[in-house]
């Protein structure tokens, strides 16, 4: 296939620009082009959401989009969400209560629980269910998610007051 | 000693052993998005496979033009079975005794079968390649009922001799694959006469799939050079697997090196060898590079490893009193266009006979008859051991019905008719010996817990105000005792492809006193690099935080099965205990030539060895690790090592007790699980965190399979549910919370008493789910309706059941 776009990308903070075919998902061109595994493919229908990565501030299912629609955006994917020495408050909730077990889906739960947080501090178990809905896990029956992601919760807003 | 020598309990807290919920080693790795997946394993000049799939469910092929793919820019192969049959790799070995295509030979079977495989650049090109593949095909009748197959003139396999035995004896039809019979049909069928109460029914247990989020895929990278073949690939049991490669390519067995790196859940659907796996290897040999070959959603759905399907028609029958008296099931089981369950070989429908369950039932038997349809194949165990899904599940529903005929609660039958504490070791009427158990007092507090008799007074009440119009909600209350039969198994009775089900552990100890320890298993989630070092921690005394676990490379890893059928712990688990116990027997010697005494004199304490009554003179593991390399010790070998090859002299039997409390809307068909609570005895608790997790995860699965998941076909073999839109993975919306408590009763014959956990929910819970849907309605005369009960069937079952009005 000819005719290829000149894409333009801010992801985790890095600029990357390269040559890409209309068709190629963004999923790949992260995974692929730059290396970040992180974030995985599961379904190619955009219901299981282990390739959720935050695009212009919001959550986005990168296997349903392409590499073109993504030009000029900032991303963030799971390898900007901390550093092995300095986990974010999530990652370090979801091993503390056992939120994940194979750990495919957990990149993308993490970063949709991020934005979740971010769209609602200090959310009910219920909301946090709804808003955890677009990502699917085989392993862990979503009750110690709910747990993880109530514990970060709680514990970014006790950061936060004592910031104030 | 002084005030600064931590206490004993200390220093057992210390090693992080058996019974603490010690957090999980793995999760660094993987809440960085830096795990391992094969599909992000990326080798120089890797090329990429695709499939071309055929689009009917039976059809002749009459011609494969490839030209158009192969002038594609970017393709570098296109293989068809013509191409795999010089090397005689267009068919391959099942595991269970029958042989499969690899590409299409002449004809296909199934939707979705692989007819060609096109390498190429990358995955794109690769997928353009395939869509310019030309094949004609010729329609052929199509056969999706299995009754219909055993009564049908039309062939499926034209490559066997009707005439001919089949893997497990004589055949019946041309559709027919084996017939596999336990315990006594006359005794039971005279039972069955001459009982005072006999209840028969049709419980269908569905296709469905087990779906985990990774799909099924492979890198084969051969290197000719050396002559080596690398495999990386979602193999629950890479060793098996390197054996498979080796007897279907000619490659030696140690020139063939397979690794599974992280898998991103397993549940049974990447026990088999596949036919990607095959067409990788052959591609990276013909091309000499690294080839990868990673199916997409549809594909896994469609081709990869469907479960279930059994058609299980039973009788039970007892006295008045409801005291059991007789079982009979009759099973027809869908099996597909191949024959490709995997199961122990001398159980051609796994351990199906465990359907005696949890109750004393003097008299059963069990026939079961495997059948070809123009349908998938695969048959294997989704998140159980060897079809104890299906066992349970139709156990359990025909103490359901029986308890309709007799008028009877179904909680009392169950009681009465429990195996007793005293009778373990027990024999069943269908042969297994169920090594411990202890049912009444798991199912008595699980009565209590969730306060069974008000819940029944409330349920009476409920159907009184249906019936007043007062509420258009029901109640439902969903009971199950299951017994799992995991830990497959004694070499004696199982073995897969001729390769004895046994486990295996190497340990080596460092001179600092850490160690590694590497497992003939692989975690897929089960988070074996935590537990198996508790394992450790507690039998060698050194902290679970110093030891590495390593599984997966049959490189470095001593040869074991793999895991599936909950066998790591009870077997591998085994294995561990048993090689740890050498390293104390060394260490043992080690430790009474330091303090120059009689190896008898000095005895194990926690994390060291002691002289007996003198407490003060010890040597502790870790200095003892240091001596075993330091120092020249009369008549002992320097060095620190075990291994361990376990072959367990039982199966294991857990079990539990669930209650699912349902309300349902009879007009929406909508269920909301009130609650859900969930007992399990696993034997010895090695991680009780883990151990919930398992329990919440394999209940949520049991969730999805009871109340919507299913692999549906129409009548020219369409899978109608091949992408996540159709096959209901339940959300976290969807799910329940859940409660989970135990009861502890350890297996007498496994070295530190565990039995394994990560299928007892899946087994125990769809039946609870299903039990809870009947009983809502068994005040308005439901007896049996299939499952999955989606919002739609169980509208249907109100509906038929005349309460709409």
């Known amino acids: 296939m000819s005719g290829k776009m000149q894409i333009k990308l801010k992801v985790n903070g890095e600029d990357h620009e390269f040559l890409a075919e209309p068709r190629e998902l963004l999923v790949h061109a992260l995974r692929e082009r ?64 056992h939120g994940l077990q194979c750990g495919y889906c957990t990149p993308g739960m993490i970063m949709r629980a991020a934005k979740l947080l971010e769209e609602i501090p200090n959310p009910t178990e219920e909301q946090v269910r709804f808003g955890m809905a677009g990502n699917l896990c085989r392993c862990t029956g979503y009750q110690n998610i709910v747990k993880s992601i109530m514990a970060a919760a709680s514990e970014m807003n006790s950061a936060k007051e004592a910031a104030q | 000693m002084n005030d600064m020598t931590p206490d004993r309990n200390e220093r057992k807290a210390n090693l992080k052993g058996l019974g603490s919920s010690r957090k999980r080693v793995e999760d660094l790795r993987f809440t960085q998005g830096k795990g391992n997946y094969v599909d992000d394993i990326k080798l120089e000049g890797m090329l990429h496979g695709d499939f071309v799939r055929s689009p009917y469910a039976h059809a002749r092929i009459k011609s494969i033009n490839t030209d158009a793919a192969m002038a594609l820019d970017g393709v570098l192969a296109v293989l068809t079975a013509k191409d795999l049959e010089p090397l005689g790799l267009h068919w391959m070995p099942t595991l269970a005794g029958d042989k499969q295509m690899v590409l299409a030979d002449g004809k296909v079977l199934f939707q979705g ?82 009982s005072d109460v006999v209840a028969e029914e049709m419980v269908y247990y569905h296709r469905t799939h087990p ?146 369950g949890s109750y004393d039932i003097p008299t059963a038997y069990l026939a079961v008859d495997g059948v070809y349809t123009n349908k998938a194949p695969g048959g294997v165990a989704y998140r159980c051991s060897f079809r104890v899904t299906e066992a349970a599940y139709f156990i359990e529903r025909m103490i359901e019905v029986l308890a309709i005929e007799l008028n009877m609660d179904a909680a009392e039958l169950r ?44 349920q009476a009440q409920r159907v009184e105000d249906f019936k007043a119009g007062k509420t258009r909600k029901l109640l439902g209350i969903g009971l199950t005792h299951f017994t799992e039969i995991v830990g497959a198994g004694p070499v004696k009775n199982c073995d897969i492809l001729g390769l004895g089900m046994f486990d295996s552990c190497e340990i080596r100890i460092h001179p ?74 060394k ?114 699965e049991a969730l999805a399979i009871a109340m919507g998941q299913e692999i549906a076909y129409d009548n020219m073999g369409n899978v109608k549910t091949g992408t996540l839109m159709d096959f209901f993975l339940p959300t976290a919306w969807e799910t329940p919370n859940y409660t989970t408590d135990h009861t502890t009763t350890p297996s007498p014959h496994h070295p530190i008493g565990a039995k394994g956990v990560g299928e007892s929910p899946n087994v125990g819970g769809v039946p609870a789910f299903s039990n809870a849907v009947h009983d809502a309605f068994r005040a308005f005369g439901l007896r049996q309706v299939h499952m999955p009960h989606d919002h739609w069937r169980i509208w249907k079952t109100a509906n038929d059941l005349g309460l709409h009005g």
Request: aromatic share 8%; with cysteine; charged share 20%.
């Open chain 1, 34 to 97: 730059l290396n970040l595994t992180g974030s995985h493919v599961g379904c190619e229908t955009g219901h299981c959401g282990v390739c959720t990565v935050t695009l212009n501030g919001k959550s986005v299912k990168s296997c349903t989009m392409f590499v073109a629609q993504a030009d000029g955006a900032e991303l963030t994917t799971v390898e900007g969400m901390g550093s092995p020495d300095n986990l974010h408050v999530l990652q370090e909730a979801f091993r503390e209560h």
């Open chain 2, 113 to 194: 079968q692989e007819v060609a495989y096109v390498v190429a650049k990358d995955r794109y090109i690769a997928a353009d390649g395939a869509e310019l593949v030309e094949v004609e095909y010729e329609e052929l009748p199509v056969l999706v009922d299995p009754f219909e197959a055993l009564k049908s003139d039309v062939v499926l396999r034209e490559d066997l001799d009707p005439k001919a035995d089949g893997a497990h004896g004589p055949r019946k039809h041309h559709n027919h694959i084996f017939t596999w019979e336990v315990g006594e049909k006359e005794a039971t069928e005279q039972v069955l006469d001459s």
């Open chain 2, 211 to 356: 779906c985990p989020l990774e799909t099924c895929g492979c890198v084969a990278s051969m290197d000719k050079v050396n002559g080596k073949l690398t495999l990386y690939g979602t193999f629950q049991a890479p060793h098996a697997i390197r054996t498979v490669v080796s007897l279907i390519s000619g490659l030696e067995e140690h020139n063939i090196r397979v690794i599974s790196p992280d898998i991103g859940g397993g549940f049974g659907n990447k026990v088999g060898a596949y036919p990607g796996y095959v067409c990788s290897v052959v591609a990276s040999i013909v091309t000499g590079l690294p080839v990868k070959w990673v199916e997409d959603r549809m594909e896994n759905l469609m081709t990869t490893a469907f479960a279930r399907d059994y058609w299980m028609k039973g009788k039970i029958s007892a006295t008045k009193e409801g005291k059991i008296t007789g079982l009979w099931c009759h099973t027809t089981a869908d099996h597909g266009g191949f024959d490709a369950c995997a199961d122990p070989t001398k159980f051609p429908a796994g351990f199906m006979n465990i359907c005696t």
């Open chain 2, 415 to 458: 009681r009465i008719n429990f195996i007793k504490q005293d009778q373990f070791p027990y024999t069943s009427a269908l042969g297994w010996e169920y090594d411990s158990g202890d049912y009444h007092t798991a199912w008595d507090k699980a009565l209590v817990a969730v306060g069974y008799d008000d819940l029944r007074k409330e």
């Open chain 2, 512 to 585: 600092t006193g850490s160690a590694i320890a590497r497992l003939g298993t692989i975690s897929q989630g089960q988070g074996h690099a935590t537990t198996f070092a508790q394992i450790l921690a507690s039998e060698i005394g050194l902290p679970a935080d110093s030891i590495t676990i390593e599984e997966g490379d049959t490189d470095t890893a001593p040869y074991g099965l793999g895991t599936y059928g909950s066998r790591s712990t009870p077997v591998a688990g085994a294995a561990t205990a048993m090689a740890g116990r050498k390293i104390r027997a």
């Open chain 2, 587 to 700: 260490a043992q010697m080690i430790a009474a030539y330091m303090l120059e005494v009689h190896d008898d004199d000095v005895e194990f304490d926690v994390d060291r060895f002691v002289v007996k009554g003198a407490p003060e003179r010890f040597k502790t593991m870790k200095e003892i690790a240091f001596a075993a390399y330091n120092q020249a010790i009369p008549g002992i070998e320097p060095g620190l090592e075990a291994v361990s090859y376990y072959d367990p002299p039982n199966m294991t039997y857990p079990f539990g007790a669930y209650i699912c409390v349902m309300e349902i809307d009879v007009d929406t068909g909508e269920h909301e699980i009130r609650q859900f609570y969930a007992l399990d005895d696993c034997g010895t608790r090695i991680n009780p965190m883990i151990i919930e997790g398992q329990v919440h995860g394999g209940l949520t």
